[in-house]
């Protein structure tokens, strides 16, 4: 499934995905499957995608990406809920 990933990049570890950077931006996050599924669906496709993390990390993603990125954030949160059953 990593493999898949384009525009996310991190790693699993038990029912937690840490977050290492979005569409190019370094971040440092540490999600359950809800946070990403509520994440996930703000995105709407056609509008630029940006918001801020912490007091200085501004993520903007740009529209071509906002398909993908949405794919994966429902990959993770699909494969952190089968590691929960």
Request: hydrophobic share 45%; charged share 25%; no cysteine.
């Amino acid at each position: 499934m990593m493999d898949r990933l384009q525009v996310i990049d991190g790693y699993f570890s038990d029912n937690t995905f840490y977050m290492l950077s979005m569409a190019g931006f370094p971040l440092e996050g540490r999600f359950k499957a809800a946070g990403l599924r509520s994440l996930a669906r703000l995105i709407d496709e056609n509008e630029p995608f940006s918001f801020t993390l912490g007091s200085n990390t501004m993520i903007h993603v740009p529209v071509e990406l906002n398909r993908q990125l949405k794919n994966e954030l429902f990959m993770i949160a699909e494969r952190l809920e089968a590691q929960n059953r």
